[in-house]
């Protein structure tokens, strides 16, 4: 039973454009959501995250949106850049358990 | 250096072999975990730590051995490796426990198991 969806394994988008990463998660009671991004033969580093008292937090390019009446969470990225190459890693937390990642979705930004 | 290491960060082993992968940390942080990323299955967690002589069972435990003597280390033991233990192992730790939980990856130990 997969709490943490990220159904698009892939995303293309060309340079300078907005790259929109989703995730869909089933339950309700998680009150914490991050984004983490993964470059190949390294670890995963955390991007950003939002609490599920907000619906909006920005840093920066990066903007994750949270819709908790849809159980729906995504990044946006504007405007991407070749160097946002990677995969991006959704995951969610309730206290006390641990976080949850989704599959990841392989990002591509093409010059 | 500071930060989180693994090590080692390539490793073949034949099926039936025990394997030790190592972790350790600079930052002190109390909680420590151990990944496995697959293709379709993304970050699965194998076992955690709250403290030192604290562990926990994570998504995916069988075949998998820890430990946490110190603080700043959280060693993974596959007693009798499987070819099904072919992966790439991420260590991670946090300060924090409960929902405002960001963790720091290490980069990962590739196991490879013939």
């Known amino acids: 039973d997969q709490q943490v969806k990220q159904n698009s394994p892939s995303l293309s988008v060309q340079e300078g454009r907005i790259s929109i990463l989703n995730c869909d998660y089933t339950?309700?009671?998680?009150?914490?959501f991050l984004w983490y991004k993964k470059y190949p033969a390294e670890g995963p580093t955390f991007l950003i995250s939002?609490?599920?008292?907000?619906d909006k937090n920005e840093d920066g390019r990066f903007t994750v949106f949270l819709n908790k009446s849809a159980k729906h969470l995504s990044l946006h990225i504007v405007p991407s850049q070749p160097g946002d190459s990677a995969v991006y890693f959704c995951?969610?937390?309730?206290?006390?358990?641990?976080?949850?990642f989704g599959k990841g979705t392989k990002l591509t930004v093409n010059p | 250096d500071a930060g989180i290491t693994q090590s080692p960060r390539y490793k073949i082993t034949e099926t039936g072999r025990q394997v030790t992968l190592m972790c350790h940390q600079t930052?002190?942080?109390?909680?420590m975990f151990w990944y496995r990323q697959d293709l379709g299955h993304g970050l699965r967690l194998i076992y955690y730590?709250?403290?030192?002589?604290?562990?926990d069972k994570g998504e995916v435990p069988d075949g998998y051995v820890v430990s946490r003597s110190k603080t700043e280390n959280f060693p993974l033991t596959l007693e009798s490796a499987t070819r099904s233990q072919t992966s790439v192992y991420f260590c991670?730790?946090?300060?924090?426990?409960?929902?405002?939980?960001?963790?720091?990856f290490g980069p990962g130990t590739r196991l490879l198991v013939l």
């Open positions: 991670a730790s946090s300060s924090v426990a409960g929902s405002q939980e960001t963790q720091y």
């Open positions: 339950n309700s009671m998680f009150d914490y």
């Open positions: 939002i609490s599920s008292i907000k």
């Open positions: 995951a969610a937390s309730r206290y006390p358990e641990k976080l949850v």
């Open positions: 930052w002190s942080h109390s909680y």
């Open positions: 730590s709250a403290a030192a002589d604290i562990t």
